[in-house]
Every structure is written in C-alpha cells, then in structure tokens.
C-alpha cells in the first residue's frame, strides 16, 4: 500500500548533526500526517516530531530548538535535520506516516512505518 524507506542514519560524535530522510511511494495521496518516531534499547518508542500535508508541525519537547523536520509534498518526502546531538537521542529512528489528522494519529497512531534506521550519538 504504503513504503516508507529512510536514509541518513549513522554514528555521529555529541554536538554533531546528522539528517535523515524518508522517502513514500504507493498509495501516497491516502498521506496526511509523516514523521518520525525513534526507540532506544529498553525504553518505549516515542514521537520525535511529524508534520501534516500543510506543513504544520509538532515536535518532542526534548528535540525542540535541535531538530527540524521538512516535507517536500511534490517529492513525497520528509527530512529531519537533527543538530546539537546528544547521546541520549541515540535511537533506532522510524518514518512513520498517518491517512489522518495530526489529533486522530495522536490518538491512534501511525498506519504505515518504514524498516527503521540507526542513530548512534557517541561522547
């Protein structure tokens, strides 16, 4: 239906920047809401930050001022510009996209996610 493919993950020093990005094809025009959950060894998955088709935003309170996340609609990708590193954002980093709005995918979540790639922050 949906593929999601991320890109742009890798081992990065704290302090550093990294950006990842994520690519959709298939059923896109069912997409609303993109973004990009991460998950750390032993921790819970959490929203890092996701965006809707009009560019409207939401971030985790521990990235805000640190990451930025863009979507490019004709190029149905998004790209998460993750500055200021730090080794507790370490994480296996998932697209994740949504067919509906920003307060229904909070509610129930993400219908199509991508395979996943690796963040490693290093002091």
């Known amino acids: 239906q949906v593929q999601l493919v991320e890109s742009g993950g890798g081992l990065v020093q704290a302090g550093g920047s990294l950006r990842l990005s994520c690519a959709a094809s298939?059923?896109?025009?069912?997409?609303?809401?993109m973004g990009w959950y991460r998950q750390a060894p032993g921790k819970q998955r959490e929203l890092v930050a996701a965006?809707?088709?009009?560019?409207?935003?939401n971030y985790a309170d521990s990235v805000k001022g640190r990451f930025t996340l863009s979507r490019d609609n004709a190029k149905n990708m998004v790209s998460l510009q993750m500055n200021s590193l730090k080794p507790e954002d370490t994480a296996v980093y998932y697209c994740?996209?949504?067919?509906?709005?920003?307060?229904?995918?909070?509610?129930?979540?993400?219908?199509?996610w991508g395979k996943g790639t690796l963040v490693t922050v290093s002091s």
């Open positions: 994740a996209a949504s067919k509906h709005s920003m307060v229904t995918t909070k509610i129930y979540g993400m219908d199509y």
């Open positions: 965006i809707t088709s009009g560019g409207i935003t």
């Open positions: 298939g059923s896109i025009c069912s997409i609303n809401v």
